[in-house]
């Protein structure tokens, strides 16, 4: 499959690296939110937005772990009716609508917050989970959109050169 390599080839390719920097961003994004709920749980407002911004970003975390041990082991090979780098392209593409809107219902969350003057109620209280964490997981949730959208666009243009490559015309004589 031209574009992609497979084992340390892949590891040190771009779209490799980029899989690795989508890791550790949600992973941050992950943390962040994720300590903040563990500790307020559902003690406070806007509790949804914080549970559907964990989800996404999980379920985003999972498919890159996925995505990048497939390409890695290059198990993508022994399954070469299914055109990975358009799989890739477009779940990535998806993923990186969903982390758009669980990042904007974040932001929102963290102004409601503010404006509420709960991030100030918990700073005075002098808290370990303080508004900061969401701040963090917003903005790495928008990060991680960013780097999903460049994923998404390498992973297609792979998959128009892979398209171009193994195009073969076949010619047919009637005797």
């Not at 985003?60 to 055109?83: D, H, Q, R």
């Not at 904007?104 to 109620?121: I, Q, R, T, W």
């Not at 808290?127 to 917003?138: A, S």
Request: hydrophobic share 55%; proline share 1%.
């Amino acid at each position: 499959m031209a574009g992609l390599g497979r084992g340390c080839d892949y590891f040190k390719s771009f779209p490799g690296i980029l899989k690795i920097i989508e890791f550790i961003v949600l992973l941050i994004a992950l943390g962040s939110v994720g300590y903040f709920f563990e500790k307020m749980g559902s003690n406070t407002s806007k509790t949804d937005n914080l549970k559907f911004f964990l989800f996404v970003i999980i379920v985003a975390w999972i498919l890159v772990m996925a995505f990048w041990l497939n390409f890695v082991s290059g198990l993508y090979e022994k399954m070469s009716a299914i055109n990975w780098p358009l799989v890739d392209a477009v779940v990535f593409a998806v993923w990186a609508v969903l982390l758009l809107i669980s990042s904007a219902l974040m932001a929102d969350a963290v102004k409601y917050y503010e404006d509420s003057k709960f991030c100030a109620l918990l700073e005075d209280a002098n808290t370990k989970q303080q508004c900061e964490h969401l701040i963090v997981g917003t903005i790495f949730g928008f990060i991680a959109m960013v780097l999903f959208i460049v994923d998404s666009v390498i992973h297609f243009l792979i998959r128009n050169v892979r398209s171009t490559t193994t195009t073969t015309t076949t010619t047919i004589t009637v005797g």
